[in-house]
């Protein structure tokens, strides 16, 4: 069984910048797409980006501050994140999908899941 463990989470200032890694023990190849996800304590697990190939789709929240990128050499997905706000505090998971989706924005639509990383943001 393929299993996704995330790293890079801590506690940053407002303002400042985290890159959160995801490494597979599998090849990250065979997954069609990757994505990353955020829980807030008392809410849903909450889409935050997703890549298939060269293709990336975030939330609303992130656009223009958290980048999505795979390095399927070293099987690893990324999630570089700037000008980091409050709001941004949450467990984030990485996960995967088997099946041939267009960046599917569910949490439902990834097969594997990592086990998270705390990100929190101060103000």
């Known amino acids: 069984q393929v299993q996704l463990v995330e790293s890079g989470g801590g506690l940053v200032q407002a303002g400042g910048s985290l890159r959160l890694s995801c490494a597979s023990s599998?090849?990250?190849?065979?997954?069609?797409?990757m994505g990353w996800f955020r829980q807030a304590p008392g809410k849903e697990r909450e889409f935050v980006a997703a890549i298939r190939w060269s293709d990336t789709a975030y939330v609303d929240s992130v656009k223009g501050r958290f980048i999505i990128s795979r390095d399927n050499a070293n099987n690893k997905l990324y999630l570089q994140m700037n000008s980091l706000k409050p709001e941004d505090t949450a467990v984030y998971y990485c996960?995967?999908?088997?099946?041939?989706?267009?960046?599917?924005?569910?949490?439902?639509?990834?097969?594997?899941w990592g086990q998270g990383t705390q990100v929190t943001v101060s103000s």
């Open positions: 996960a995967a999908h088997y099946r041939w989706l267009q960046l599917p924005r569910g949490p439902s639509a990834y097969d594997l």
């Open positions: 599998g090849r990250t190849s065979n997954f069609p797409g």
